[in-house]
């Protein structure tokens, strides 16, 4: 398991170019394969307040730069091979949102408030609107998107922006972690990519299917179920 923690208290964790360069360098250990769980965690009180306004607005005279951090830093959490599971235990604004929709799982706080404010200064939620979109109906969405206002983990879980609300998000996140862990590596990431593919192609999935099954993690796992044990790739109860 690899953990990532947003670490700028001074400024609510927001998104500035420091904090995105600091994730991308994490993303790279996550991204490697002997990680198979990647939680995405912060430091109190906030999850994230969104772009770094301060230092968006110095920057606005300088020419664009090529590429887009925050952009990249989404798509790999979409795209990684490990589940990457968001754990929020504090306000998350804007950008924020983008980037804890982007993970597979997202646990919050039940006391946890969010809100999309962009359009209150003068911007749109443009580049987090993919992970966004990818997860929830555009029609429950509208009135957070189009007027800013915040709302709370209940409203978010009914939008489907978050699957988990929990009193201890620590507890829950470490159950679906030993989850994630009792499943085989492989199996894991195909499940991933399949959930993540939108309207999976039939001819596809049964090319896949049986591809799986004749794997050597489906043999140990078929063979781990009629010896009544744990499979070679669980960890034990001590390392979980």
Known sequence: MCTITLDSP???????????????????????????????????????????????????????????????AIERLGSMRAVTIAAVDGPVRAGGIGLMAACDLVVVNAAVTFALTEVRIGVAPAIISVPILARCGWSKLAGAWLTGEPFTAEAARDMGLVTHVSGDVAATVRTLVQGVLAGAPNAVAAAKQILRSGQPDMAEMTVLSDRLFRSEEAAEGMRAFAEKRPPSWAPNPQEA
């Open 10 to 72: 001074s400024n609510r964790n927001a998104l500035s170019r420091q904090l995105v360069s600091e994730l991308a360098i994490a993303l790279d250990r996550a991204e490697q394969p002997d990680v198979r769980a990647v939680v995405l965690t912060h430091t109190a009180p906030v999850f994230c307040a969104g772009a770094d306004l301060k230092e968006r607005a110095a920057a606005n005279d300088e020419s664009p730069s090529a590429g887009n951090p925050m952009a990249d």
